[in-house]
């Protein structure tokens, strides 16, 4: 990951993106952190493991959930899987 002032960032915008392509491109300000500038095939990437977080976060509290269970040989029978 390589940082660059915005400024600096602002002058060589062409190259800033073609960087992004290999690693991601901090941008600051005054020294702070203020934006990050990524290829859209990284972003994408995380926004597909963000989803996938989403979707484990909802299973576990899903089974957080109290209640009674249902035993396995009767979801089974159930489906007609038996």
């Known amino acids: 990951m390589s ?11 062409p190259a800033v993106i073609a960087s992004s392509a290999e690693e991601a ?3 600051e300000r005054r020294g702070r952190r203020v934006a990050v500038v990524i290829s859209p095939e990284r972003y994408d990437e995380l926004l597909e ?3 996938e ?5 909802a299973f576990d509290e899903a089974m957080a ?3 009674p269970t249902i035993p396995w ?3 089974k ?3 007609g899987w038996e």
Do not use: F, K, M, Q
């Open 3 to 13: 940082s660059i002032p915005i400024s600096e960032a602002r002058a060589n915008l």
């Open 25 to 27: 491109v901090v941008l």
């Open 49 to 51: 493991a963000w989803e």
């Open 53 to 57: 977080l989403e979707d484990v976060a």
């Open 65 to 67: 959930e109290a209640g």
């Open 73 to 75: 040989s009767t979801v």
């Open 77 to 79: 029978a159930d489906l």
